[in-house]
Nanobody, 126 residues
Framework: VQLQASGGGLVQAGGSLRLSCAAS????????MGWFRQAPGKEREFVAA????????SYADSVKGRFSISRDIAKNTVSLQMNSLKPEDTAVYYC????????????????????WGQGTQVTVSS
C-alpha cells in the first residue's frame, strides 16, 4: 500500500486546512486509516483515525470538536478537515494505514499502523 498525503500549508490561528491522503496498491485488506503528527522536538502522536469500512472513528482529545476525519472509498482517500487551528497544531502530519484490527488503545499506537505516507507540513501562525 502506498500513501500520498497533500494539503498542508501555512495558516493563521483560527483558520482551516484540509489534508488528504490517497491510497494505492493492495488496499483490500485495509482495516483503518488515520493521521499522526510530529512537532519539532516531540514524539509522533496520534491525531485521528477511521475504520475503512465505516462505523468507527477515533480522535485525540486535543483535536476533538475541531478536526474531522472522513473517507471516500470510491476514491481510496481519507481526509482530515482541521478547523479552529491553533499554533500548537503546528507539526508534520503523516497519513497511515493498518491491516490490524484496532480496538481500545491500539488506535493511538503508531506501531499498530503498517503503512505510512510522506509527511506534510502544517504551520499555524499566531
Amino acid at each position: 500500500v502506498q500513501l500520498q498525503a497533500s494539503g498542508g500549508g501555512l495558516v493563521q490561528a483560527g483558520g482551516s486546512l484540509r489534508l488528504s491522503c490517497a491510497a494505492s496498491g493492495r488496499t483490500s485488506n485495509t482495516y483503518a486509516m488515520g493521521w499522526f503528527r510530529q512537532a519539532p522536538g516531540k514524539e509522533r502522536e496520534f491525531v485521528a483515525a477511521t475504520r475503512w469500512s465505516g462505523g468507527s472513528t477515533s480522535y485525540a482529545d486535543s483535536v476533538k470538536g475541531r478536526f474531522s476525519i472522513s473517507r471516500d472509498i470510491a476514491k481510496n482517500t481519507v481526509s482530515l478537515q482541521m478547523n479552529s487551528l491553533k499554533p500548537e497544531d503546528t507539526a508534520v502530519y503523516y497519513c497511515a494505514a493498518t491491516e490490524n484490527r484496532l480496538y481500545g488503545g491500539r488506535w493511538y499506537r503508531d506501531d499498530e499502523y503498517n503503512y505510512w505516507g510522506q509527511g506534510t507540513q502544517v504551520t499555524v501562525s499566531s
